[in-house]
């Protein structure tokens, strides 16, 4: 397509220095910040809740709490089954897996 007639040379643009560009590179680096706390405040929710669901599922299935669950009791075949070590274990280990993505997270944390 041809230039338009009416287009603005490049050479001819505002320069940086006026009062409007100053004023857009202050919002510019404000809406920054902003998005640099935000993310902040995302990494630490996420890796403080990763931590206690970590720590619960990992210590939950070995304590009376996890033997004596009313859903457990009422339904004798979901009980037998959850009462199996297996099923502990695997339990327990997504615990282990969610504890090692907090911590990760929290270590491999990069600002852009």
């Given at each position: 397509m041809?230039?338009s007639?009416n ?12 009062p ?6 202050s919002?510019?680096r ?24 970590g ?10 709490l ?22 502990r274990?695997i339990?327990?280990?997504l ?7 907090a911590?990760?997270d ?7």
């Amino acid at each position: 397509m041809p230039p338009s007639p009416n287009a603005v040379p490049p050479s001819a643009s505002a320069e940086p220095s006026s009062p409007g560009t100053r004023q857009a590179d202050s919002g510019a680096r404000q809406e920054q910040r902003a998005a640099r706390w935000l993310q902040r405040a995302d990494l630490l929710l996420r890796v403080i809740v990763r931590l206690y669901l970590g720590m619960i599922l990992l210590f939950l299935p070995w304590t009376r709490l996890w033997l004596f669950n009313r859903f457990f009791l009422f339904y004798a075949p979901i009980a037998h089954l959850m009462e199996s070590g297996a099923v502990r274990g695997i339990v327990s280990g997504l615990g282990l897996l969610n504890l090692w993505i907090a911590i990760s997270d929290a270590i491999h944390y990069k600002e852009i």
